[in-house]
């Protein structure tokens, strides 16, 4: 092992945090996993573990407690599914009776997308093992999950809610589990899930490891972390309350009635530019989101909706979809699009700025992953000023103001506080250079993750119902 776990310090204080180190002398093979665990590694193409993988690994082995700060994108799933792969790996048995697979370790995230993208990572990082992985949400039919959980499973990741159902019918039985991970944590709190999450606390055994990860540390989650948590070590690899420094952040002052039009131009402007057209653009609220897809498909762009009236399977359709290039426009709402991994997106495009500033960072989070380069585009109306003014504090910068792409009408920037839109000349086509087309496929920058994917859409991944029934396997 290289000297990188001890650069990490130990806290008894909840909040104290440790910088990023680099992981360029780490390797998988240093933690000391299971040849079957590294097998299935090398065959997702992971070479180099990401800073989160390289700092919080040794100490998830060791049994601490652990709090991390890590940003979508930065592999914080394989950071504590690995660790909990190997120790676990002890209790691994091919026999038939549920008996000997109760549920070691749970991972309770707070969006169904989330649970089912944590399962896929468990799955294929758990293939050679005999143990078995099984995600359970809400919002589909419970007598699959039933069948899944009665035959037993090993790792179990789950949205709060769904799981108490189980939990209530007897079905689910947490008396066994050894490692509690909480995903995502500071969404799950945002989301009301509080009061579920100490129930299902409650019935884990105090003799537990628990690891919790968040995106920000605000009190309310330092408060979850003193309450749940034994001397946790703190792992923190990006600032808090900052984008990647692969995103590219563009502001377009634009009026509400133009902002479709201007998506239109943005993307013919990537075009041009011979970028990717792929784009998740977020819109507040769900009708919005309805509204505006249609509206871009009958502007002759592939768009699809993502929001929370639509169907599991509707839900995964669109992603799917999106996922394989058929949709070109994945026009989302926060709650459905939170936890997204759709690696290397090229471009978000905000439609309206969120009402809460942390959201913002979420959602720009969703391109810049894995290391790429990645734009994010803020369409913002002069009413929404406050919005941006806020952002930009949390983000501690002020973010550039671009004219729009040519033919699009353009509105200068109101000074603070002012809220009147005067409309400005046409932008000039040739300042319009946002993109940077050959900075798409450069790699110099790839600092925030180690370069084994290409940009572009990955394929899609298997649907839910394929994981719901199996992760196994070979
Ligand atoms: P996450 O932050 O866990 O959502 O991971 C973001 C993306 O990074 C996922 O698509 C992972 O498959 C990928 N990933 C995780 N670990 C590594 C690694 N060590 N090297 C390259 N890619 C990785």
Do not use: W
């Amino acid at each position: 092992m290289t000297n990188t776990a001890t650069e990490i310090n130990s806290s008894t204080e909840v909040g104290a945090s440790v910088a990023a180190t680099s992981s360029a002398t780490i390797t998988f093979a240093d933690f000391g996993l299971d040849p079957l665990i590294q097998k299935a590694v090398a065959e997702q193409g992971y070479n180099t573990p990401t800073p989160i993988q390289a700092q919080s690994i040794p100490h998830v082995l060791a049994g601490s407690d652990l709090m991390g700060a890590a940003q979508t994108g930065t592999g914080k799933t394989a950071a504590f599914v690995l660790p909990i792969i190997q120790k676990i790996l002890r209790h691994a048995s091919n026999s038939a009776s549920p008996a000997r697979h109760p549920i070691r370790a749970l991972v309770l995230t707070p969006t169904r997308e989330l649970a089912v993208q944590v399962a896929e990572n468990a799955a294929s990082y758990s293939k050679h093992t005999d143990l078995r992985a099984a995600v359970v949400y809400g919002g589909v039919d419970m007598k699959e999950q039933v069948a899944i959980l009665r035959n037993g499973v090993e790792i179990l990741i789950a949205t709060p809610g769904r799981l108490l159902d189980h939990i209530g019918s007897k079905v689910a039985n947490l008396s066994q589990v050894e490692i509690l991970v909480l995903d995502e944590a500071d969404r799950m709190l945002d989301m009301g899930f509080l009061p579920d999450l100490q129930r299902i606390i409650n019935l884990i055994p105090a003799q537990r490891q628990t690891l919790l990860f968040s995106a920000t540390f605000s009190p309310e989650i330092k408060k979850l972390a003193q309450s749940y948590l034994r001397t946790p070590v703190t792992v923190e690899v990006a600032r808090q309350n900052a984008a990647a420094d692969t995103v590219k952040q563009i502001v377009h002052m634009v009026s509400s009635a133009d902002k479709q039009r201007a998506i239109v131009k943005v993307l013919e402007a990537r075009t041009r530019a011979g970028l990717s057209r792929q784009c998740i653009i977020f819109t507040n609220s769900r009708l919005g989101c309805a509204k505006l897809s249609r509206a871009l498909e009958r502007d002759g762009i592939k768009a699809g909706a993502i929001h929370g009236d639509k169907s599991q399977g509707e839900r995964t359709l669109t992603l799917d979809a999106f996922k394989s290039g058929a949709i070109e426009a994945l026009v989302a709402t926060d709650v459905a699009a939170r936890g997204l991994d759709i690696p290397d997106m090229p471009c978000v495009i905000n439609h309206e700025l969120p009402y809460n500033a942390e959201d913002f960072i979420h959602r720009i989070g969703r391109t810049g992953r894995a290391g790429s380069k990645g734009d994010a585009i803020a369409l913002v109306d002069p009413s929404e000023k406050r919005l941006l003014d806020d952002i930009e504090k949390l983000m501690k910068r002020k973010l550039d103001v671009k004219p729009l792409p040519e033919g699009a009408p353009s509105y200068s920037r109101p000074a603070s506080g002012g809220s009147s839109a005067a409309p400005a000349k046409m932008a000039d086509p040739f300042f319009y250079m946002p993109y940077e087309p050959g900075a798409a496929t450069a790699s110099s920058e790839q600092a925030a993750m180690p370069d084994t994917k290409k940009v572009g859409i990955t394929p899609a991944k298997p649907a839910v119902g394929a994981l719901l029934g199996g992760f196994k396997k070979k």
